[in-house]
């Protein structure tokens, strides 16, 4: 009797210590529950064992990272999930192809947030328009971008070639590629395959991959900016391993491209959308304000305010708005040129097909951009040689080639036209 009562006792115990464990199971975050099962942790063990001889780099990466110190595994990324293509090897089932939906397992919040910038669907819209994603995709991403994905494919792929866009335009474009599986866009840009590091993701050169060269010049501009010089002296000093959720000026008192556009200093509240804290179109011909303007400039000037005073910062924003206005009056004034001659049938509607296309697009696409850019993030001879000098340059060389189109024309009339306007 009494062992039948011992017994009954302990299996009661057994079972509340059971529910207890499901249930606090149950509560644990998503990342917490999704650690590796021991059969997951004996496959890491056989991946990684092989992998050492056969590929000693990703296994040396991975074992230094974040995600081997907490028990995330080879095959926790590896498995095939849902809609993904799948193929045996070695005796496990893997994906394919590696996508944020696999991430997203564990980091749904950066995913969600990064879905919402311009980094994803509008990235690879911009060179290969609408055609590869589904009418969802469309309609979710021209909520928070009008006219960004909505696109024909970029002119620059037909007068180019097909090879021009798979080496070029789509190597820094991927970052918004969809995928099979319905996800969209490239965690490892920014944060690499199996190092899936914080600090990568915080040094200007990561986002310099793509951001640098004369039509979108922030490398260059940052590194001849006070930061950027600061950056370079002071690299060793900062704590770039910092956690992300605990972030201030004492850890990072030099800001990087991410502290300005991504990072939540002094619980500024961290993001992945980069358009965020942007007010401006810049990248556009002529630039206007973002819907959300003074939101967004709000959320950087909270930025600057965690390392400068309100006047210093106030000023570097009212400066870098007349030079907007500058370079919009000077940009409208070439469009209204071009505009003109097209009017009067002495260009087409093809684009790229003239000298004088090449000169206004780079009028505007290189040197406009530059210089507004240059006015934002302290580029001094960005906003001058690489920006307004050239500017005036290319605006001389457009009036001369549009008046020997008129001569042209003129010429094979047998008369003279009077000139456009100007
Ligand atoms: C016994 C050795 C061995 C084991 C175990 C092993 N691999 Fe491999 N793996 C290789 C070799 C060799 C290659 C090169 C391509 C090939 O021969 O299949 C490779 C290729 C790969 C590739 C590239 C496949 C492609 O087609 O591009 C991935 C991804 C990969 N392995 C992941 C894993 C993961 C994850 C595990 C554990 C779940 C694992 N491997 C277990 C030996 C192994
Ligand atoms: C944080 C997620 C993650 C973890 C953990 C991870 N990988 Fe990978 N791995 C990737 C991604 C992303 C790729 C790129 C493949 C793709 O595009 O599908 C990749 C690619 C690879 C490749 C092919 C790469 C090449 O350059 O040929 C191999 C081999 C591989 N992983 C092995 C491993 C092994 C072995 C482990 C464990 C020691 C591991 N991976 C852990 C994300 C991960
Ligand atoms: C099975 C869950 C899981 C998957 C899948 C996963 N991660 Fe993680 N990841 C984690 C956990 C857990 C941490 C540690 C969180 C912490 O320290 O608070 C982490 C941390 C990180 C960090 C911070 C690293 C640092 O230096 O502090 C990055 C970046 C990251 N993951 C990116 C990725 C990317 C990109 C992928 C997909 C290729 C991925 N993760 C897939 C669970 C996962
Ligand atoms: C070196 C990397 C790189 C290459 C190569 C590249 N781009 Fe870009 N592109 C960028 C970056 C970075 C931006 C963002 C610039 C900004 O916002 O200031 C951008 C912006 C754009 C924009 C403006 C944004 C928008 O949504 O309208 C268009 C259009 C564009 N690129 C098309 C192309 C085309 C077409 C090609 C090839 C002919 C190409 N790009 C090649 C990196 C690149
Ligand atoms: C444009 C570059 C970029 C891309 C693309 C990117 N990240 Fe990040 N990520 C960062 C930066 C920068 C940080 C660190 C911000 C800081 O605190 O300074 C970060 C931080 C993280 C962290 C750490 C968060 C924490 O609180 O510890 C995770 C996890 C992460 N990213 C996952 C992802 C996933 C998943 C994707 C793909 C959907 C992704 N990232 C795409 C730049 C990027
Ligand atoms: C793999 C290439 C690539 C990398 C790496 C990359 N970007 Fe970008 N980024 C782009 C492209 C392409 C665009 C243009 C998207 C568009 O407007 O169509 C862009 C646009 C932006 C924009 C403008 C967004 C908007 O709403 O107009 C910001 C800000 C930005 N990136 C910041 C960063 C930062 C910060 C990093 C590093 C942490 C980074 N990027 C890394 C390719 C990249
Ligand atoms: C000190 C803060 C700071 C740093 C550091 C910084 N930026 Fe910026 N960035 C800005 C500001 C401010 C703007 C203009 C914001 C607006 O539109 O209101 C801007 C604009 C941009 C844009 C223009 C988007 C468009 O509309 O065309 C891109 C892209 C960008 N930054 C990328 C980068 C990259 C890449 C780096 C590093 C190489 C970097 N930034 C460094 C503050 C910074
Ligand atoms: C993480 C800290 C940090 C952030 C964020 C930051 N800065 Fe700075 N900035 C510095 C430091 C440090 C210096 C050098 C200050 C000194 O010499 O005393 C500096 C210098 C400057 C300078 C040059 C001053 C001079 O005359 O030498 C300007 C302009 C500037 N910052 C503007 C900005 C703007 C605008 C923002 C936000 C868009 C910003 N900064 C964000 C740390 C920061």
């Known amino acids: 009797m009494s062992t039948f009562r011992s017994v009954f006792i302990a299996v009661v115990v057994a079972t509340a210590l059971l529910v207890a464990g499901v249930l606090i199971h149950a509560r644990r975050p998503a990342v917490e529950r999704a650690q590796p099962t021991p059969q997951l942790v004996e496959a890491t063990g056989k991946c990684a064992a092989c992998h050492r001889q056969?590929?000693?780099?990703?296994?040396?990466?991975?074992?230094?990272?974040?995600?081997?110190?907490?028990?995330?595994?080879?095959?926790?990324?590896?498995?095939?999930?849902?809609?993904?293509?799948?193929?045996?090897?070695r005796g496990f089932t893997l994906t394919r192809r590696i996508t944020p939906r696999n991430c997203a397992e564990c980091h749904?919040?950066?995913?969600?947030?990064?879905?919402?910038?311009?980094?994803?669907?509008?990235?690879?819209?911009?060179?290969?328009?609408?055609?590869?994603?589904?009418?969802?995709?469309?309609?979710?991403?021209?909520?928070?971008?009008?006219?960004g994905v909505r696109?024909?494919?970029?002119?620059?792929?037909?007068?180019?070639?097909?090879?021009?866009?798979?080496?070029?335009?789509?190597?820094?474009?991927?970052?918004?590629?969809?995928?099979?599986?319905?996800?969209?866009?490239?965690?490892?840009?920014?944060?690499?395959?199996h190092a899936t590091s914080v600090?990568?993701?915080?040094?200007?050169?990561?986002?310099?991959?793509?951001?640098?060269?004369?039509?979108?010049?922030?490398?260059?501009?940052?590194?001849?900016?006070?930061?950027?010089?600061?950056?370079?002296?002071?690299?060793?000093?900062?704590?770039?391993?910092?956690?992300?959720?605990?972030?201030?000026a004492r850890d990072m008192p030099v800001p990087t491209c991410a502290t300005c556009h991504m990072s939540g200093l002094g619980g500024q509240g961290m993001t992945h959308d980069v358009g965020q804290r942007l007010s401006w179109y810049l990248f556009a011909a002529v630039s206007t304000k973002r819907p959300g303007y003074l939101r967004a400039?709000?959320?950087?000037?909270?930025?600057?305010?965690?390392?400068?005073?309100?006047?210093?910062?106030?000023?570097?924003?009212?400066?870098?708005?007349?030079?907007?206005?500058?370079?919009?009056?000077?940009?409208?004034?070439?469009?209204?040129?071009?505009?003109?001659?097209?009017?009067?049938?002495?260009?087409?509607?093809?684009?790229?097909?003239?000298?004088?296309d090449f000169t206004f697009f780079d009028l505007w696409h290189y040197f406009g951009r530059t210089t507004k850019h240059g006015a934002f993030m302290g580029g001094a001879d960005y906003i001058q040689w690489h920006g307004n000098y050239e500017l005036l340059a290319h605006w001389v060389r457009l009036q001369a080639e549009a008046q020997q189109l008129r001569r042209e024309r003129g010429g094979m009339a047998g008369g003279a036209t009077p000139g456009h306007g100007r």
Request: glycine letters at 6%; hydrophobic letters at 35%.
């Open 54 to 89: 056969e590929t000693g780099a990703i296994v040396v990466e991975y074992e230094q990272s974040r995600h081997a110190a907490v028990g995330t595994n080879c095959l926790d990324c590896h498995k095939a999930l849902e809609g993904q293509e799948r193929f045996e090897h």
């Open 199 to 248: 600090a990568l993701a915080r040094l200007p050169t990561t986002c310099g991959q793509c951001h640098l060269g004369p039509d979108h010049s922030q490398l260059e501009i940052y590194q001849e900016s006070k930061h950027g010089v600061l950056f370079n002296a002071q690299r060793a000093r900062l704590n770039l391993e910092a956690d992300p959720k605990r972030l201030t």
């Open 108 to 147: 749904a919040t950066q995913y969600d947030e990064f879905l919402r910038s311009r980094h994803a669907a509008p990235a690879y819209a911009a060179v290969l328009g609408a055609a590869p994603f589904t009418a969802a995709q469309v309609a979710f991403a021209e909520q928070y971008h009008p006219g």
């Open 151 to 193: 696109r024909p494919p970029n002119p620059l792929i037909a007068a180019e070639g097909d090879v021009a866009t798979t080496a070029g335009c789509v190597s820094c474009h991927q970052i918004g590629q969809p995928h099979r599986d319905g996800s969209i866009g490239n965690c490892t840009a920014c944060h690499a395959r």
């Open 297 to 356: 400039q709000n959320a950087m000037k909270a930025i600057c305010l965690e390392c400068h005073t309100r006047p210093h910062v106030e000023r570097v924003y009212r400066q870098a708005e007349t030079v907007v206005a500058a370079t919009n009056a000077r940009i409208a004034e070439a469009t209204r040129l071009m505009d003109g001659l097209r009017k009067d049938g002495l260009i087409g509607d093809r684009p790229f097909t003239r000298p004088i």
